[in-house]
């Protein structure tokens, strides 16, 4: 009798599970959703503080995508090119990558992020072009986000 009660209450439980854990299981890391459809991606929330982050990447599309995390001052489709659309990866600051979000599937990525401006992509043919880019802002403990430290242009 109370199975289908159950069936529902775990039904239930999974369902909002995936919020409190967003919140409750805390321990300082704080989780942004990201959602990667064709051709296009959503952060939720897309202002976080710096620290561990952990990015949980749903897509609901038929298609494969990949996910990468930036670090840059430029525009979220400022990102330098190649002839074919991709951006090209050795000219950007990639700190991590998940590089299979199968179709109707999710990834998950454990990072730490410190402050500044992040754009997060999908860098298969044609996707970025076509859209799949977003803006991260990660802010220090004044809640300012800092520009990109003088980094890679330096080489030594
Ligand atoms: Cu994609």
Redesign the pocket.
């Known amino acids: 009798m109370g199975r289908r009660y159950l069936a529902a209450f775990v039904a239930m439980t999974l369902a909002t599970g995936l919020l409190l854990t967003a919140c409750g299981q805390a321990s300082g890391a704080s989780t942004v959703a990201v959602t ?1 459809t064709i ?1 296009n991606i959503t952060v939720q929330p897309n202002k976080i503080q710096a620290g561990k982050v952990r990015f949980v990447v749903t897509n609901p599309s038929i ?1 494969r ?2 996910f990468l995390v930036i670090r840059t001052d430029l525009g979220p489709s400022d990102l330098p090119t190649d002839f074919d659309g991709h951006v090209n990866e050795d000219a950007i600051d990639i700190l991590d990558t998940i590089e299979d979000v199968p179709p109707r599937g999710s990834g998950a990525l454990p990072i730490d992020l410190p402050a500044g401006h992040y754009v997060l992509i ?1 860098n ?1 043919p044609e ?1 970025y072009k076509e859209g ?1 880019h977003a803006e991260l802002l990660v802010t220090n403990a004044n809640g300012e986000v800092p520009t990109a430290a003088p980094s890679s242009s330096s080489g030594s």
Do not use: A, I, S, Y
Request: hydrophobic fraction near 45%; charged fraction near 20%.
């Open positions: 990667e051709f298609m995508h990949e999908c298969l996707h799949m």
